[in-house]
């Protein structure tokens, strides 16, 4: 193993972090572990070899911990003289005084990504050995700040522990005050920090590092925000330590990311527009602010939609006289920081208003047109352009976005396209947008779904209350479903109290669940009409996936509805997601077995891919060959009903022949393309395995293909009987010996589980997912997980854990040594035109890794 980096952190988030924050800086040599007793295994055998370049562990615990922690790290091969560096994490009790000695420098969980880097670049660059002990006393480290002050965004204060006074100010407070840092030296801490429902004095006597709400001094007056203290050493002696941070949206990212969530929380109309600009102008500190829209006849003359100005209102310049407005109306963005008064012998408007900071930006459609432009402005110029700069972007974006939504609403009205009372796409229009989504889907290889929403007993408000109770609600109703959804998505009023919905981009059917069960709760609110009359309305929804349920708009719909239809029968209040019933596979069980005879000669087999991760890289190793059927009237029909169909009637054995050699073929493309050699994984029915002339098969697939076949991997499901199929133990050797892999689908849901693993040259193990999925519900499951895991490995079987579909899961997978992982959490089974997107996209960041500038 190659000199490097050893990152030990059992919190896979900040593993992640580290190992992110260190690969982006070119530290190519990342040797990742769990605990120390992975980064023991890791560093086996390597007194040899040089030593490690550093160390950073993670300490979640206390004092003694630590002392513990750290000194397990230097008994490890080749690590007794590797600087290191520790990291607090949120919950780790113990201080940055109880670090124990050896530690080369520390830092918190938070300031990873900004801060380790350069804290070991430091230690580098005031070591001349760097590869010898780099050991500084913690209260070395104590003392160190620099990197704070002249790196991190953060305010800082230093002050002395016992006069309160203020010995350094960090340059960053100085910029977001306003205040040389002049100014500030030897202030008393009470004169330029006033705390909220608590005195100052408590607070620096406490120094416990909480936050509280508190006012800084400014050239201004005052900024609000939080603080916290915390004890320091400062040129050999005690000092405090005060952060600050500001609740200003251009200086501080948290309260910027706050404010775009309720700009863009804001309804669509000119009342939703004003709300906005005004918190863009008050949260920003801005002294100007306008809006307007380009003319769309083409005249020169645009219309203002907003103006907001912190001063007496001036004779305000006509619009073809600002010339900066002109340039951003003819797609030219403007920015300028402090400097903008140069501007004003060119422009009346900054010349009146005396603008130190300005911004102009073009508010674009989704075609790149014009519509028309946002000017902002401040007289003491923008702060953090950084964090201003996409602020004042992302609400030109939601600007842009209420004003195409408008003209397109007055369009859709004009065209009879668009619903009069709701101002939501009418059935006509949303017909036509769905044809459009999925010809944009089919080319992308995206899934939507759709969903059909009924309001349940619609009529009886109506009958009771009046039609304009009735409007009343419908209006509410289309808030709440419009607040529940992403801008990307569509509703629209289908018919009466129906609406329809696309959700797209979907990549897990859980996310849509999620948006389903978000409506169902916010539909549950009570809705007061005008009179103060309270009502409770609820709705019942069904579910439908492009492509899996069908591929065309009509039958999309037909299933969402009948689905809906299931949870009004359900009890209303709910939703349903449509499937094919077994009840209906049985009633027309033989019209299907007819249709299914000629279903591969029509096209309507598809084979989807579902890739399978390594546990610890993430990295996809392996990918599972799926079949569906896409029926022409009812859509897509689940494996479940049409695969014992087919076994029943004998297709299993062509259909089968056909994935596979489909399957193969892709494969070997994608091999040729990437550079991959992913193994693929097919499955294997009862009646294949059973088949005499499945070697010859399977041998002429290989051969037409080019296919290696140390990377085909036959699944064959555990419930198969080794009595029941005589040729299946012959047949399975056979195929290893030609070198395919066998793997044991749905482990432990039969009853040969022993017998399969001694009888059979099974390579792979993959625990069916009715145990995986009940991680952390059910103790037993858990137990059966983990004895299969320790089983096969004692049999020299590697493991593949299916239905893996939240973050718990791969915890616990990977605590107990789980191999290989599929399911949802990471990717649901993609059409070839997705999955191959999938690998371009990895391919991508490895060469972007491998570009990096050391």
Same mark, same amino acid.
């Given at each position: 193993?190659?000199?490097? +980096? &050893?990152?030990?952190?059992?919190? =896979? %988030? ?128 104590? %003392? ?53 429902? !608590?005195? !100052? ?30 004890? @320091? ?112 012998? +060119? ?61 397109? =609403? ?10 009069? &009372?709701?101002?939501? #796409? ?7 947008? &769905? ?65 329809? +919905?696309? /959700?797209?981009?979907? $990549? ?14 916010? @539909? ?57 019933? #077994? ?12 249709? /299914? ?10 084979? $989807? ?26 859509? *897509? !029909?689940?494996?479940? $009903? ?17 994935? @596979? ?28 395995? *059973? ?19 140390? &990377?085909?991997? @036959? ?51 993959? !625990? ?6 009940? +991680? ?14 320790? *089983? ?7 493991? $593949? ?54």
């Amino acid at each position: 193993m190659n000199s490097g +980096i &050893l990152v030990v952190a059992a919190q =896979r %988030e900040l593993r992640r972090g580290l190992f992110d924050a260190l690969d982006q800086a070119g530290y190519s040599h990342i040797h990742s572990a769990r605990d120390l007793q992975h980064a023991a295994i890791l560093l086996e055998g390597r007194p040899s070899l040089p030593p490690l370049q550093l160390m950073v562990v993670v300490l979640a615990g206390d004092g003694q911990q630590a002392r513990n922690s750290c000194e397990q790290l230097r008994r490890l091969p080749g690590a007794v003289e590797t600087p290191l560096i520790a990291v607090l994490a949120e919950e780790a009790s113990l201080s940055p005084a109880d670090l124990p000695p050896g530690i080369t420098d520390w830092l918190s969980g938070a300031q990873i990504s900004s801060e380790l880097v350069p804290r070991w670049r430091r230690s580098l660059a005031g070591n001349q050995a760097p590869h010898k002990a780099a050991a500084l006393p913690a209260t070395a480290a104590l %003392e160190d700040y620099r990197y704070a002050f002249e790196e991190g965004d953060n305010e800082w204060l230093i002050a002395d522990a016992q006069t309160h006074h203020l010995l350094e100010v960090s340059p960053t407070l100085a910029r977001h005050s306003r205040l040389h840092a002049s100014q500030w030296e030897g202030l008393l801490l009470s004169d330029v920090l006033r705390f909220e429902g !608590i005195a !100052i004095e408590q607070v620096l006597a406490d120094a416990d590092r909480s936050w509280y709400p508190c006012q800084r001094k400014s050239s201004q007056g005052v900024d609000t925000g939080q603080a916290s203290v915390r004890h @320091m050493r400062h040129a050999g002696r005690d000092a405090l330590a005060l952060m600050f941070r500001s609740d200003r949206a251009d200086l501080r990212a948290e309260a910027a990311l706050s404010l775009l969530s309720r700009i863009f929380a804001s309804t669509s109309g000119v009342d939703a527009q004003i709300a906005a600009g005004r918190l863009l102008f008050d949260e920003l500190g801005l002294d100007y602010l306008a809006v307007w829209s380009a003319r769309q006849d083409g005249a020169d003359t645009p219309t203002q939609l907003l103006q907001l100005w912190s001063g007496e209102a001036p004779a305000w310049p006509p619009a073809q006289l600002q010339s900066s407005l002109q340039l951003v109306l003819a797609g030219k963005p403007m920015l300028y920081r402090a400097d903008a008064k140069r501007l004003a012998p +060119i422009d009346p408007l900054l010349q009146q208003l005396d603008l130190a900071g300005f911004a102009g930006l073009p508010l674009y459609d989704e075609r790149h047109t014009v519509l028309g432009a946002m000017l902002a402005g401040s007289r003491k110029g923008f702060g953090e352009m950084g964090i201003v700069e996409p602020v004042l972007r992302c609400a030109a974006a939601r600007f842009a976005q209420v004003l195409e939504l408008g003209r397109t =609403r007055e369009q859709g009205r004009a065209e009879g396209l668009v619903d009069a &009372l709701t101002g939501l #796409p009418n059935r006509l229009l949303f017909n036509d947008r &769905l044809d459009t989504i999925i010809r944009e889907a089919t080319r992308n290889g995206e899934c939507f779904a759709v969903l059909f929403v009924d309001l349940d007993r619609f009529k009886a408000i109506n009958d009771t209350y009046g039609h304009a109770a009735g409007d009343q609600v419908l209006r509410v109703v289309t808030q709440r479903l419009c607040s529940a959804i992403r801008a990307s998505d569509t509703v629209a009023r289908y018919a009466g109290d129906e609406f329809t +919905i696309v /959700l797209r981009h979907i $990549v897990k059917n859980d996310d849509v669940s999620r948006v389903a069960e978000k409506i169902v709760q916010v @539909m549950e609110t009570p809705l007061y009409l005008d009179d103060g009359t309270e009502l409770q309305v609820t709705a019942s929804m069904g579910l439908s996936f492009f492509p899996d349920d069908a591929g065309d708009a009509q039958t999309l719909l037909k299933h969402a509805d009948e689905a809906m239809y299931a949870a009004k029968h359900l009890g209303r209040n709910n939703f349903q997601i449509y499937e094919v019933s #077994p009840e209906y596979a049985r009633e027309h069980g033989m019209a299907l077995k007819t249709r /299914l005879r000629h279903a591969e000669g029509n096209g309507e087999l598809r084979v $989807v891919y579902q890739p399978q991760v390594n546990t610890e890289t993430e990295d996809i190793v392996g990918m599972e060959a799926l079949v569906r059927w896409e029926h022409p009237e009812l859509g *897509m !029909i689940s494996p479940a $009903v049409f695969i014992p169909l087919a076994e029943e009637s004998g297709l299993i054995v062509s259909i089968g022949e056909w994935v @596979m050699r489909t399957a193969c073929r892709q494969a070997k493309e994608w091999e040729q393309r990437y550079g991959l050699r992913l193994r693929l994984g097919v499955n294997l029915s009862a009646v294949q395995l *059973m088949e005499p002339r499945l070697m010859e098969t399977v041998a002429s697939v290989l051969r037409e293909t080019g296919l290696d076949p140390t &990377l085909l991997e @036959m699944e064959i499901t555990e419930s198969v009987s080794i009595k029941a199929a005589p040729n299946l133990v012959d047949n399975l050797h056979a195929l290893h010996r030609m070198g395919c892999h066998i793997a044991i689908d749905d482990f432990g849901t039969g009853a040969a589980s022993l017998d399969y693993l001694r009888r059979l040259p099974a390579d792979r193990i993959k !625990i069916d997912q009715s145990f995986v999925r009940n +991680i952390g519900v059910d103790p037993d499951d858990e137990a059966i997980v983990r004895a299969t895991i320790e *089983m096969a490995h004692r049999l020299k079987r590697a493991v $593949v854990a299916e239905g893996v579909e939240i973050e718990q899961h791969l915890q616990f997978l990977r605590t107990y040594g789980c191999d290989e992982l599929q399911g949802y959490l990471f990717c649901r089974p993609l059409q070839p035109i997705s999955f191959d997107k999938l690998l371009a996209e990895r391919q991508r960041l490895l060469e972007g890794r491998t570009t990096e500038p050391a």
